[in-house]
């Protein structure tokens, strides 16, 4: 991570995280990602930078979804290769 002032920047790799353990913690009514029972083992290489206290953030990422070796028990197998970008810049109106 590098630290400049009040701007940010984090470079960081993701390797072998667990989606179905991830999926309950960002599981959401709008959002219902859990529902799915994917299971695969993440990889990933991300940059995020913002500014204060994330104001501008911005994420861009290689991300890769490899099969398991063993399947969590009720899910089933996903395999995915994606490269993305979010920014979330907050807009004050008068």
């Known amino acids: 991570m590098k630290y400049g002032g ?5 470079d960081t790799k993701v390797q072998g995280i667990r989606l179905a353990a991830v999926t ?7 959002f219902p ?11 990933a290489d ?8 994330f104001r501008d953030f911005d994420i861009s990422a ?9 399947t969590m028990p009720g899910h ?6 994606a490269v993305l970008r979010y920014r ?6 008068s």
């Open 6 to 10: 009040l701007k940010f920047r984090a």
């Open 24 to 30: 309950p913690a960002i599981d959401h009514t709008a």
């Open 33 to 43: 990602i859990d529902s799915l029972h994917w299971d695969s083992v993440i990889y």
């Open 46 to 53: 991300t940059v995020e930078t913002w500014h204060d206290n």
């Open 62 to 70: 290689r991300m890769r979804w490899d099969e398991p070796d063993e």
């Open 76 to 81: 089933i197998p996903v395999t995915s290769e």
């Open 88 to 93: 979330y810049t907050q807009t004050l109106w």
